[in-house]
């Protein structure tokens, strides 16, 4: 398997529910990425993970818990979630160095998440 | 004020038309200028890559940056209808691993 691999591909939770998101890539990069998209937004960053290590965390609420235990593994647990939160997750993931022409990420088809 | 700016469309053609697609910014530190495409259900596919200005061929797919202006573009030559889909720009400061997104336009083009 090629490619960057998401699951579950639907979920629908309740606001008192626990579920985790899994992420899996194939590539050999180092650098995953977890982003959320909502209807006519911009994709709006939410983590980031270089080599195991969380080094960006955009100002997102403690119900999204980030895990990333290995370099080709990423997990969202989701705790506590509002309706405002139902979007669509996307995982991917790069190169860690920042140079052409290994610049760019490879998305993952997303988890479409519905809290009710 | 947005750091990246996209119309949303949707922008409908006739299968052949050219098409331009269109992105502005503000932060005058973007080097690396990116276009994604992203289908119905599907997580989105890096189209083009260019890095500070100047222009960028690949097939039917020309990109363009001119930051004097903070202006980028993509335009699409004899559009197909397997082309109808939401485009997206993004972009990135050099050092920094993160892209900054626009908000996507949606493109259909008619058969």
């Known amino acids: 398997e090629t490619g960057v691999t998401q699951t579950p591909r639907h979920l629908v939770m309740g606001m008192t529910n626990k579920k985790s998101l899994k992420c899996e890539q194939h590539?050999?990069?180092?650098?995953m990425y977890w982003y959320k998209q909502s209807a006519k937004k911009p994709l709006e960053l939410m983590f980031v993970y270089s080599l195991e290590e969380r080094v960006e965390n955009n100002s997102v609420p403690s119900r999204f818990s980030p895990e990333c235990p290995n370099s080709s593994h990423l997990f969202l647990h989701l705790h506590t979630l509002q309706p405002e939160d139902s979007a669509l997750y996307l995982c991917?993931?790069?190169?860690?160095?920042?140079?052409?022409?290994?610049?760019?990420?490879?998305f993952g088809s997303g988890t479409r998440l519905t809290v009710v | 004020q947005k750091e990246v700016e996209q119309d949303p469309g949707p922008l409908s053609v006739p299968e052949g038309a050219i098409v331009s697609l269109n992105c502005t910014y503000s932060?005058?530190?973007?080097?690396?200028f990116m276009w994604y495409r992203q289908y119905s259900r599907k997580g989105p596919e890096l189209l083009m890559y260019t890095y500070s200005s100047g222009n960028k061929e690949d097939g039917r797919f020309t990109a363009q940056v001119d930051k004097s202006s903070k202006y980028i573009s993509l335009f699409i030559r004899d559009s197909q209808p397997s082309d109808s889909a939401t485009y997206l720009c993004a972009m990135s400061a050099a050092g920094r691993r993160a892209l900054t997104f626009g908000s996507g336009t949606r493109l259909q083009v008619q058969p």
């Open positions: 590539l050999g990069h180092n650098a």
């Open positions: 991917a993931s790069s190169q860690d160095a920042i140079t052409p022409p290994n610049y760019g990420y490879t």
């Open positions: 932060n005058s530190a973007f080097q690396y």
